[in-house]
């Protein structure tokens, strides 16, 4: 049963001069992504089957046991830690993991706590997460149609979404959008999507789809390629190249008209895995060296045994030593299956 933070027991730290984290190829592991939970309130069609089955919550790591884990990469150096899902807000007492994760924001050890979320709960809980000192959120949002919205997240409602996030703004979160996109779906309607996000002081990313889990849908029906997505923007308006980095994937431009910024998450045309400077843990304490690889380092099993944190940094430095050069999605007529068999809600993104 998850704990209050007050009650949760605290490990051997590890030593001051903890090694950082260098994989074979030079990149320093600074960036780590926490999926809470598989479990969602949403379907979307490129993300899940309609008919899911879950893992038992008795295979998931406590928060108390998230938390060591979170807190074991930061004094490892990682400087950026973003929870995810599924979706992470429906994480039964989510908001004691968060509160006790900011103590490493206030001490110094973590420059940003962030969370990637479909907006469904803000409502509920954007003031708190900045209470917490959550700066900026990502809500994902593929259309502003409310009718195409109902379509794609099979479970979703748009205007629940709107009311979140106008209440993480309200909080004083920066809300930055991000969109999948889509052939056949959203892709006329990106323009309005950038130019609805940039008027209301957000910026836009586009994410092409990822060839991972079954979803009931034939991704070669769905794969938009954002090179093709620049070229046509780029007949409407002047995009400028920005020498930006959040510490992600996405490649920014300013979009001179409307003087927001626009991303390109770009794993199949373009991908970025050179510049590669994160990791993946699973709630089931599994991590994941790279999103499109099925490598993967059970920290679960090192946790639990020992409360001397050692044991666990030596896991986490054994896996860092395998993350590879780069990963291997491919969408075309010849790879219909995924890349990888879990769903990006096992991962998280």
Same mark, same amino acid.
């Given at each position: 049963?998850?704990?209050?933070?007050?009650?949760?027991?605290?490990?051997?730290?590890?030593?001051?001069?903890?090694?950082?984290?260098?994989?074979?190829?030079?990149?320093?592991?600074?960036?780590?992504?926490?999926?809470?939970?598989?479990?969602?309130?949403?379907?979307?069609?490129?993300?899940?089957?309609?008919?899911?089955?879950?893992?038992?919550?008795?295979?998931?790591?406590?928060?108390?046991?998230?938390?060591?884990?979170?807190?074991?990469?930061?004094?490892?150096?990682?400087?950026?830690?973003?929870?995810?899902?599924?979706?992470?807000?429906?994480?039964?007492?989510?908001?004691? %993991?968060?509160?006790?994760?900011? *103590?490493?924001?206030?001490?110094?050890? /973590?420059?940003? =706590?962030? !969370?990637? $979320?479909? #907006?469904?709960?803000?409502?509920?809980?954007?003031?708190?997460?900045?209470?917490?000192?959550?700066?900026?959120?990502?809500?994902?949002?593929?259309?502003?149609?409310?009718?195409?919205?109902?379509?794609?997240?099979?479970?979703?409602?748009?205007?629940?979404?709107?009311?979140?996030?106008?209440?993480?703004?309200?909080?004083?979160?920066?809300?930055?959008?991000?969109?999948?996109?889509?052939?056949?779906?959203?892709?006329?309607?990106?323009?309005?999507?950038?130019?609805?996000?940039?008027?209301?002081?957000?910026?836009?990313?586009?994410?092409?789809?990822?060839?991972?889990?079954?979803?009931?849908?034939?991704?070669?029906?769905?794969?938009?390629? %954002?090179?093709?997505?620049?070229? *046509?923007?780029?007949?409407?308006?002047? /995009?400028?190249? =920005?020498? !930006?980095? $959040?510490? #992600?994937?996405?490649?920014?431009?300013?979009?001179?008209?409307?003087?927001?910024?626009?991303?390109?998450?770009?794993?199949?045309?373009?991908?970025?895995?050179?510049?590669?400077?994160?990791?993946?843990?699973?709630?089931?304490?599994?991590?994941?060296?790279?999103?499109?690889?099925?490598?993967?380092?059970?920290?679960?099993?090192?946790?639990?045994?020992?409360?001397?944190?050692?044991?666990?940094?030596?896991?986490?430095?054994?896996?860092?030593?395998?993350?590879?050069?780069?990963?291997?999605?491919?969408?075309?007529?010849?790879?219909?299956?995924?890349?990888?068999?879990?769903?990006?809600?096992?991962?998280?993104?």
């Amino acid at each position: 049963m998850d704990q209050s933070p007050s009650k949760w027991k605290a490990s051997t730290p590890l030593s001051g001069n903890a090694a950082p984290m260098i994989d074979p190829f030079g990149r320093h592991v600074t960036y780590l992504r926490v999926s809470v939970t598989d479990r969602c309130d949403f379907r979307c069609t490129y993300c899940m089957a309609e008919n899911m089955t879950f893992l038992p919550k008795k295979d998931l790591l406590t928060l108390e046991e998230l938390d060591r884990l979170c807190s074991a990469f930061i004094q490892k150096g990682v400087r950026k830690l973003r929870l995810t899902g599924g979706e992470p807000l429906v994480r039964k007492n989510i908001m004691h %993991l968060v509160r006790s994760l900011s *103590r490493h924001l206030n001490g110094g050890g /973590l420059d940003e =706590l962030t !969370l990637t $979320t479909n #907006g469904s709960q803000l409502t509920r809980f954007a003031d708190e997460l900045a209470d917490c000192g959550v700066r900026r959120i990502n809500v994902s949002l593929d259309t502003l149609d409310p009718d195409k919205f109902k379509a794609i997240t099979r479970w979703g409602e748009f205007d629940r979404v709107m009311e979140g996030i106008r209440a993480g703004q309200k909080a004083g979160l920066k809300v930055k959008l991000n969109a999948v996109a889509l052939k056949d779906f959203n892709e006329d309607e990106i323009p309005a999507m950038l130019e609805f996000a940039h008027k209301e002081g957000m910026d836009l990313t586009l994410i092409e789809t990822m060839p991972m889990g079954e979803t009931d849908e034939d991704r070669t029906d769905q794969y938009l390629p %954002l090179s093709h997505v620049r070229r *046509r923007l780029e007949e409407r308006y002047q /995009l400028t190249d =920005l020498p !930006l980095s $959040t510490g #992600g994937p996405a490649r920014y431009v300013r979009v001179e008209e409307t003087g927001g910024k626009l991303g390109f998450i770009t794993p199949l045309t373009h991908n970025f895995c050179e510049s590669c400077n994160r990791v993946r843990l699973t709630c089931t304490g599994t991590l994941y060296m790279c999103l499109g690889q099925d490598d993967a380092a059970d920290l679960r099993t090192a946790l639990r045994a020992s409360d001397d944190d050692g044991y666990l940094s030596a896991a986490i430095d054994e896996a860092i030593g395998r993350k590879p050069k780069g990963h291997d999605f491919i969408i075309d007529r010849d790879h219909k299956k995924p890349a990888v068999a879990r769903h990006m809600s096992v991962t998280g993104g």
